[in-house]
C-alpha cells in the first residue's frame, strides 16, 4: 500500500493513479492524517460504486425501510395494477 501526502497527489498524480490501476491502494494523507484513497475502479465497477455512495440512493433505502417496519408497503402485484390504472 503506498501512502501520499496532498504535495504528492498534487505533483505525481499519474504516477500514483497508476498504482492504484495497478491493484495497489494509495492512501492520502492532509497534514499528516489519512484523509482519503484511491482505489482501481474498472468500468464494470462504476455502477455499484455510484450506488454505494450516493447520498440520495442511501436516502431511498433508509426511507423504504422506515415504511417496511411501519408496514407501511403493498405488494407488488397492488402494485403494479394500480400503476396500469394511471
Same mark, same amino acid.
Do not use: F, I, T
Given at each position: 500500500m503506498k501512502v501520499a501526502n496532498t504535495v504528492e497527489?498534487?505533483?505525481k498524480t499519474n504516477a500514483l493513479l497508476r498504482h492504484a490501476m495497478n491493484g495497489e491502494p494509495v492512501i492520502i494523507t492532509y497534514r499528516g492524517k489519512p484523509a482519503a484513497s484511491i482505489t482501481s475502479l474498472s468500468? #464494470? #465497477?462504476l455502477e455499484d460504486f455510484v450506488l454505494e455512495h450516493s447520498q440520495k440512493i442511501k436516502q431511498m433505502v433508509a426511507e423504504a425501510e422506515e415504511d417496511r417496519k411501519a408496514k407501511r408497503v403493498t405488494t407488488l402485484k397492488t402494485y403494479q395494477a394500480k400503476r396500469r390504472t394511471r
Open positions: 497527489l498534487k505533483n468500468e #464494470d #465497477d
